[in-house]
C-alpha cells in the first residue's frame, strides 16, 4: 500500500529544490493507483521552458521509489489562460464548480 504522505513529502522536497519551480498544486486524487489514462497527479508552473528532462526524471525515480507512475502537467508562469483553464476543468471535473478548493496549492517560496 503507497503511504501517500511519505510520496507527497517527496515530491514537495524534490519540486522546492529546483529554482525553476513557481509553484505547484496536487490533486485530490493525487497517487491513487487505479488511474484512467489521462489523469494528472500534479500541476507544475516553471519559472522557465525546457523542463521536460527535470519531469521525466522526477517520474522515473518517484516510480522507483513507489512502484506506481506519478503523472504531471506542466506549464509555464506566462501561460496564464491555459494554466486558469486547465485547473477550472479539472475541479469541473472532480465534481465542483470550478471554484473550490479541488487543488492543494504549495506556492514555492
Known amino acids: 500500500m ?3 504522505e511519505a510520496a507527497k513529502f517527496w515530491i514537495e522536497t524534490n519540486l522546492r529544490r529546483r529554482d525553476t519551480v513557481d509553484r505547484f498544486y496536487f490533486f485530490g486524487s493525487f497517487a491513487t493507483p487505479s488511474k484512467k489514462i489521462g489523469d494528472v497527479d500534479i500541476v507544475v508552473i516553471f519559472s522557465t521552458f525546457d523542463q521536460y528532462g527535470f519531469l521525466v ?7 522507483d521509489k513507489f512502484g506506481i507512475s506519478l503523472h504531471i502537467q506542466s506549464f509555464h508562469i506566462d501561460q496564464i489562460e ?5 485547473l477550472k476543468m479539472a475541479n469541473i ?4 464548480d470550478g ?3 479541488a487543488l492543494f496549492d504549495n ?3
Not at 491555459?82 to 486547465?86: G, K, L, S, V, Y
Not at 471535473?93 to 465542483?96: I, K, L, P
Open 2 to 4: 503507497l503511504d501517500k
Open 57 to 63: 526524471e522526477t517520474c522515473r525515480n518517484f516510480r
Open 82 to 86: 491555459e494554466i486558469e483553464e486547465f
Open 93 to 96: 471535473n472532480r465534481g465542483n
Open 99 to 101: 471554484k473550490g478548493p
Open 107 to 109: 506556492e514555492v517560496s
